[in-house]
């Protein structure tokens, strides 16, 4: 079974910086992808940033030039780097990681960490 576990996640003022980091641990037969998402308030939860398995990356429009998404493979550890937030970044994240199996697809999700940007 596979785990997510989140850290980083906190309080910070406008324009300032977070980092984000999951660990994932367990079997996993072959990782297609780590992601984060987020939900808001009242909102559905939405893709922040992925990165696969080649090193291809993929950002929400919202994020692009302040967010940087990372991947220690070595590690089975994804990293979101977060600069110039605004308090539209108010949201629990959730770590993502999308396996593949004989075919078959599974996502695992983490806990979730909350960040909260102060105007």
């Known amino acids: 079974q596979v785990q997510l576990v989140e850290s980083g996640g906190g309080l910070v003022q406008a324009g300032g910086s977070l980092r984000l980091s999951c660990a994932a641990s367990g079997f996993v037969f072959s990782i297609v992808a780590m992601g984060w998402y987020r939900q808001a308030p009242g909102k559905q939860r939405e893709l922040v940033a992925t990165?696969?398995?080649?090193?291809?990356?993929n950002y929400a429009d919202a994020v692009k030039g302040r967010f940087t998404i990372s991947r220690d493979k070595a590690k089975n550890t994804v990293y979101l780097q977060m600069n110039s937030l605004t308090p539209e970044d108010t949201a629990v994240y959730y770590c993502?990681?999308?396996?593949?199996?004989?075919?078959?697809?599974?996502?695992?999700w983490g806990q979730g960490t909350q960040v909260t940007v102060a105007s």
């Open positions: 990165t696969t398995t080649d090193g291809s990356t």
């Open positions: 993502n990681l999308r396996e593949r199996n004989r075919g078959r697809y599974s996502d695992y």
